[in-house]
Each structure stands twice: as structure tokens, then as C-alpha cells.
């Protein structure tokens, strides 16, 4: 129900573009989380945007945007500035009500996209 795309390799200093579609129901209401796995790493918070605003871990405020268009029921990641620390697998996830920075607090989740940031 939820795709991501937009994910690349790209150098240092870069920018992408990051979508997540949704389909089979709307999420318009629905809290919307970014969040990125490295190899051998756990599923790690980037950003999440509800009805209250939005948020972002600190190693990406100031250089990624999260947004939304409710009409085309796709949230984006827009990446400024990329950094080789980066590079991960991004996913998108969603919940009817939860909006915090756990991933287990999700319950939809796309299959996410490899972003690769070459220094």
C-alpha cells in the first residue's frame, strides 16, 4: 500500500527526491514517517509529518524537507546536501494515530529504496 521511489546513487553534496505513494486507501489524515536502515544497523528515524507539524532528527534538520500532497496521497523527502552518512535504505511508514520516532510504532511500511551517497 505504500511504494517509495526516487532513491539513487548520487555524490556528496547532491540532492534527491524522495516519494512515497500510497494506494488501496487514504492516508490524508494518517501521520507519515521517513525512516532509513544501513547495513547492519536498526531502523533509524529521519523525519515524520502529521497533523501537528513536522519533525526531524537532528542529523538531517536544516537539509531535509518532508511534505505532502493529500490529493495524489504522496508523501516526499526532499535531501539537500547529502553526506556519504546518508546513504541508506529509505523507508516510508504510516499510522492511523501514532506519530513519534519508533519505527515499531508503524503499521504500514513500504519496501523501501536505496539511497547511496558516494564521497
Known amino acids: 500500500q505504500l511504494v517509495e521511489s526516487g532513491g539513487g546513487l548520487v555524490q556528496a553534496g547532491g540532492s534527491l527526491l524522495l516519494s512515497c505513494a500510497a494506494s488501496g486507501r487514504s492516508f490524508s489524515g494518517y501521520p507519515m514517517g521517513w525512516f532509513r536502515q544501513a547495513p547492519g544497523k536498526e531502523r533509524e528515524f529521519v523525519s515524520v509529518?502529521?497533523?501537528?507539524?513536522?519533525y526531524y532528527t537532528d542529523s538531517v534538520k536544516g537539509r531535509f524537507t518532508i511534505s505532502r500532497d493529500n490529493a495524489k496521497n504522496t508523501v516526499y523527502l526532499q535531501m539537500n546536501s547529502l553526506k556519504p552518512e546518508d546513504t541508506a535504505v529509505y523507508y516510508c511508514?504510516?499510522?492511523?494515530?501514532?506519530?513519534?520516532?519508533?519505527?515499531?510504532?508503524?503499521?504500514?511500511w513500504g519496501q523501501g529504496t536505496q539511497v547511496t551517497v558516494s564521497s
Open positions: 509529518i502529521s497533523r501537528g507539524g513536522t
Open positions: 511508514g504510516a499510522d492511523r494515530y501514532y506519530s513519534g520516532t519508533s519505527a515499531s510504532g508503524y503499521e504500514y
